[in-house]
Nanobody, 127 residues
Framework: QVQLVESGGGLVQAGGSLRLSCAAS????????MGWFRQAPGKEREFVAA????????DYADSVKGRFTISRDNAKNTVLLQINNLKPEDTAVYYC????????????????????WGQGTQVTVSS
């Protein structure tokens, strides 16, 4: 089982930027695709971005395309989410997740494919 720890959240004004980080430990990182999800108060968890195990494939929710960038550093067992031009509607708890199966990638961000989750990091955007 992999352990995931997110960091980098905070309070930022609209138009600002944040970089979220997710550190993985406990099993081989390089063969598992990763994703970011978020959950706003009173709303269901939603897919944000995903990256394949080597980092060659990425996908994003339509609401974040052009503003969010997912990347990974397999040497450091880390996945990053660069968030630019933040909007108040981006306010949510952001979760890092790892897929259940090695060498598997799903471009639609189906939450059921992800078996390990971090504790989340809060992102709050003020208008």
């Amino acid at each position: 089982q992999v352990q995931l720890v997110e960091s980098g959240g905070g309070l930022v004004q609209a138009g600002g930027s944040l970089r979220l980080s997710c550190a993985a430990s406990g099993r081989t990182f390089t063969t598992y695709s990763m994703g970011w999800f978020r959950q706003a108060p009173g709303k269901e968890r939603e897919f944000v971005a995903a990256i394949s195990w080597k980092g060659g494939i990425t996908d994003y929710a339509d609401s974040v395309k052009g503003r969010f960038t997912i990347s990974r550093d397999n040497a450091k067992n880390t996945v990053l989410l660069q968030i630019n031009n933040l909007k108040p509607e981006d306010t949510a708890v952001y979760y890092c997740a790892s897929v259940r199966t090695p060498y598997y990638y799903n471009n639609v961000g189906r939450a059921a494919d992800f078996g390990s989750w971090g504790q989340g990091t809060q992102v709050t955007v003020s208008s």
